[in-house]
């Protein structure tokens, strides 16, 4: 039954009711209905419990700024927690909850709370739940579960979201009197603008207002001004569009809901994130009205009184029959006469001596009875408004008062008066400023291309905010470099109005730290008593008192009680409200979804997959694939049902004992040539570049300018002045990046040019005392014997009829060669030197194999065994530092901290028991018996089960670790236990390197 | 979200540059003269004003070129971007 739809009126469309239901009851509302527009028709007050106390609440506001109707809207995957009611569009089906209390609304548990609620004022975490320590882990269950809003959904979002950019010069955030002027303007003077609104419809306040512009009603006028707006091909009009961040350099970020309004997995893009770079702003996204502070002003039925009115005007719902309109400005003199037009019985209680102006006398002339200079000092009533208690007061904030009337009502409409609503205006840097008689904060200096208009300028008449509207509109034209249209100022009617009067929080007839709660912020059960309690404990700085309190957080951030608060703290430290200022705006405006946030950014569009040539090889062959950066690598090639270990094993004595052929082809490669290359690569690299011969190649290592390794790989004299480069596969694009710094920023007068090779051409390593006889098998135009063909050298040749370079290197310690091929060639290669190989059962080995064979020769894996606080020193690589050159890093490797004998080296492990394989990252420690914290004096970078040495082998850096040869020290294991084990070379394989080098 | 005037490819968003810090450092001519301390200003210690800044930046996702910028480091306006060297 919609107890409280008006029989007519509203823009709602009564040929079109609509089922939903609410905590599973079944309910009916109209086309045009938001949800709590809907719960309101059929007389649902009681909508949620408030988060700390688990108090009874209602709907208070009909936007954005709603703190109480938080529900969970949907099922299942496409479930979207923590909406505000009152921005839910109506649609036939809907399926709400609300996202607090348990078991039930109506009887809530933790309602316990409010009871006990001396125990919970602010900082209450910090003081009631920390000791015991150990304890926290019973009270954490207990808050975390209830706590916190809506529940997120289980499963993935199956809905679409998308991103899009735009540009323009005119951005208008808002459709109201103001930003439809401002559009008008700009529109009409050629600009190319975007408007954008939270709601449904463009007009803002219009669509609930009684006034008339050109002698219209008012949303008839915005009906003419939309219609014009979206015959403009320049002109996008974006409604269920909130601008939520104003950003740096006029970037803005806009969240449109598509087809929310219609249902659930409807079809096509649900939301999409508009990231806008606007030529300028209009910001006119309009004012909050406050509500009042007093004693049990969170019952269910205390509403804003422009919140009643909007329900009554737009949605035709009149939320209660014995209204009483409180307040201390003239605005809810409105209200009280749509609720005397809706049937409603009417009190307004004024706190002013004198009333309202015009719209008292209007008030008066219906008959409604004004209380000037009283106040509604307490509610009755609990799980609704059943009454007030009301004092006469003389304006004295500090005075005590006395409770003379009691009125029986079941609506209570407050208005403490309006704020503008500042956030973006805060966002993009600018300041905002107290407005002493206007008795808010009002957007100060700008930071950026931005006007703020209308009544989130201040301007709270409607003649002001179509004037101010327009006079934006046009500067921002101008400022684009349009000729400003001459617009006519529609004619609204003015009322004469009387100045509002500062009333923060209401004296109660008791101290205002006993008497019943007077909440400041609803959603986060901010009471005046807590903040009085963060001021003598010794909290002044806004800030700390916002986290002390969570005064504005929350879904709401503060829209509503916010400036309430900054005023009553004021209050408490004895200063201006301006010198107490507010806390920081930023975004998001509203909550947004993280489908919107993610948009096309998710599932295998996340990130991108790179795939070497011969991937469709590996995959074929069943490789489990290594993620390495963005590169898919194969892990091991398992035979049957081997396991990772099973497949390892074998592949790495194929490898030693005939051949093994594996995909380098990620590595990355770097074509490096110019006149002045050597003496580039001097500078780049710690070895004698300029010694090595063409057709030579070299270990080469780079250094950061604070002596640490930064990277490494072969390079190869193609040429007297080209080489070829390879790096680490993560390190392909940061070298090039490095080397390009170089260039570009310190050497410039360097003729060098670097190309980066890695797709360009594939690497396949043949490796094992076999290699030779595949290439040879598979037809090879040059010699490939040690005399002409020596260990570390390079060639070029035609491989089974392809070019190809040729590289006789090793990363395994065996005999090896390295094919270099254009990539388009190289999974035909791939397959030419499988077959070629088949006499000698080649096996393909994928990066575990090269791992372990790597780590048997101490070779080691920059990022691996090496993490930014490593020198070659540490490493044992001298040999590599040139003596007679500069190079990038080498004067850090002479600091004071580089020469320390201490520092972690890198050595050899072997587990004294000859079978744990200590897990890579475990902590050594030579003290086994020292209290906690125990000193440690290195960690295990690298670790395997070797099966060509049948034990495990391991790769550390310890603490002065060269001098420490066959010493013993444990890893500390995850269990506890402790592993004794023996420091040795990290070379534990053909310890000379005879094998590579036949 | 900064937009950056490339003195090669004009004004795109910053998503497109990476930042290279302050502007003018230059390698010393001879590390091995520097004292420890002397070293350790050239690699580590920045002026990190309050206001005008100049600064490099790299259109990294560009054309890949390095060059100059004078920003705010408070209000992020960038007065000017110049090819290195002019």
Redesign the interface.
Known sequence: MQINRLSQGGRIDRSKPLGFRFNGKRYQGFAGDTLASALLANGVLLVSRSFKLHRPRGIVAAGSDEPNAIVQVGSGASTIPNLRATEVELYDGLKARSTKGWPGLRFDIAALNDRFSPLLGAGFYYKTFMRPKAFWKHYERFIRASAGFGAAPQRTDPDRYEHCNAHCDVLVAGAGPAGLMAALVAARSGARVIVADEQNEFGGALLSASATIDGQPAPDWVATVVAELSGYEDVTVLPRSTVFGY?????LTLAERCTDHIGERVQGVRQRLW?V?AKQVVLAQGAFERPLVFCNNDRPGVMTASAVSTYIRRYAVCPGKRAVVFTNNDSAYETALDLRASGATVIVIDSRSGGAGALGAAVRKEGITVLAAHVVTDVTGRRKVAGVRVAQWSGDVTARVENTIRIDCDLLAVSGGWSPAVHLHSHS?GKNVWEESLHCFVPGET?QACVSAGSGNGKWALDACLRDGRDAGAAVASRCGFEAAEVPLPSASDTAVNEMQPLWRVPAVKDPDRCPKQFVDYQNDTSVADIRLAVREGYRNVEHVKRYTALGFGTDQGKLGNINGMAILAECLDEDIKDVGTTTFRPAYTPVTFGVGAGENVGELLDPVRKTAIHEWHEQHGAPFEVVGQWHRPWYFPRGDEDLHAAVARECLATRNSVGIMDASTLGKIDAQGPDVVEFLERIYTHNVGKMKVGRCAYGIMLG??GMVMDDGVMARLAENRFYLTTTTGGAAPVL?WL??WL???W?ELEVYLTSLTETYSTIAVAGPNSRRVLQNAGCSIDLERESFPFMSVRSANLAGIPVQLFRVSFSGELAFEVNIDSRYAEQMWRLLMQAGQEFDITPYGTETMHVLRAEKGFVIVGQDTDGSVTPVDLGMNWMLSKDK?YLG???L???DCLREDRKQLVGLLSEDGKTVLPEGTQLVDDTGAPIPVPMCGHVTSSYFSACLGHPIALALVAGGRARRDETTFAAMQDGTRVPVRIVSSVFYDAKGERQNV | MLLIKCPWCGERAETEFSYGGEAGITRPRDPDALSDAEWADYLFNRTNPRGAHEELWNHAHGCRRWFGAERDTVSYVIARTYKLGS
């Open positions: 950003h740096d350099h006029n970037f990231r770079r840097g930071a300018e604070d990046a390009e710094t570009q920023t310190e410039p500069d080498k004067r850090s002479a600091r004071k």
